[in-house]
């Protein structure tokens, strides 16, 4: 069966897809009324037009239609978005580099790339030699300065992939693993609540904000261990100061449905990070419960031939940046993504 995006896709002989609003709200993380809200408010609707069909969506389109939910993620109203948007030349639209935008959307400088480098180099070197104290104080310095959006994306993620290269060569690197994924783990779980209000850097001694009830629930599906992720979502959103409640791994598919029933989340956010694991069926589940919840899909895991199965209207955000924003959207409320980023000293 084809995804809902692959379905509502139009496939023209020239000037890449046309997409239906109903694709594009999903692709955006909004809903279809705020599109229709910013046509008719901003002029930021389809370019296209055609006699006797629903209106489509160029690729320009989107890709403008990007910049004006970034731009307000990041603060801006939605007039100035619009504006800056709509006025934009086609080369200034495409997405800006994953790092540029992780750190614009969190409100951070972005992580000089020598220091980034130094951070993970430094990292790799302690775990290397199974020195779990350096491991930890690396991290929680990079989380002090740049938070875990940047953390996660520029040291973290670099360090893990390395890692998994030499597994995949043959080297034996099992214990280092589990050493370095116990410290990730520890250090995300410590990040607290970031402080409301201007950007600024919480005092030791100023009390922990509180957080907002968890609407969020975050689990990795059936047989999959890997849930680093995930807790850096989690860690992620409480710098936003929101909660989530987090299941951990192998969280089989009628737990998760059971779990909904009892505490009715706004947002699922469910990882796979290999394809062995990815089962959509546990979405088909949740879907069929029929109540209005946000359902995401996180990790490589859903990239195989399960993407093809995913039931229609299910989020599939590429990078946590995305994901925080995701949640956020599907959250409400007048916290943005920029909070995340905010300085949480511990
Ligand atoms: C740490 C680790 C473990 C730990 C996990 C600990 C934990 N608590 O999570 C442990 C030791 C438990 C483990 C177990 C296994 N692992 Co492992 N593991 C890893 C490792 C090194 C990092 C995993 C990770 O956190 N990745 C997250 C980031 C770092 O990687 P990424 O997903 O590729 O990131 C991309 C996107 O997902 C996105 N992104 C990044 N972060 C975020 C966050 C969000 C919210 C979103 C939406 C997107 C996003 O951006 C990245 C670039 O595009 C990876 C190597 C790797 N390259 O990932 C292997 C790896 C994932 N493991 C692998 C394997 C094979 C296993 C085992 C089967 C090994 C075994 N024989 O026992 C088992 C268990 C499998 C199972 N059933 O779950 C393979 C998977 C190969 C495959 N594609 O099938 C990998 C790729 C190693 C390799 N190169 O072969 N593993």
Known sequence: MAS?????????????????????????????????????????????????????????????????????FQGVSPADAARTALAAEPGELAEPAPRVAAARSTGRRVMPVGQAQAAARGIARAAGSMDGDAIAEEIRSCLRTYGTVLTWTEVLVPVLSALGQRWQAGHSVV??????????????????????????ARADDEPVPALAPSRTLLASVDEEQHTLPLEALAAALRE??????????????????????????????????????????????????????????????????????????VALPTSLVEAVEGVLAALGGPVSSRDAGRRASR
Do not use: C, N
């Not at 995006?5 to 809903?31: H, I, S």
């Open 4 to 72: 809902d995006d692959e379905r509502e896709v139009v496939r023209p002989t020239w000037g890449g897809p046309r997409l239906t609003a109903g694709a594009v709200a999903r692709r955006l993380g909004v809903a279809v009324t705020t599109l229709r809200t910013w046509d008719q408010r901003y002029g930021l609707g389809p370019s296209e037009h055609e006699a006797g069909r629903h209106r489509r969506y160029t690729t320009e389109d989107v890709r403008r239609l990007e910049m004006m939910r970034r731009l307000t």
């Open 175 to 200: 214990e280092i693993e589990h050493l370095l994924s116990w410290h990730i783990s520890t250090e995300l779980r410590m990040v607290v609540p970031g402080p409301a209000g201007p950007r600024r």
């Open 240 to 313: 936003a100061r929101r909660g989530t409640r987090i299941l951990g791994a192998r969280v089989p598919a009628d737990a998760m449905v059971e779990a909904v029933r009892r505490t009715g989340p706004a947002v699922v956010v469910l990882w796979s990070q290999i394809p062995d694991t990815a089962d959509p069926t546990v979405f088909t589940k949740l879907a069929a419960l029929g109540r209005p919840i946000r359902l995401i899909a996180g990790g490589p895991g859903w990239s195989g031939p399960a993407r093809r199965r995913m039931p229609p209207g």
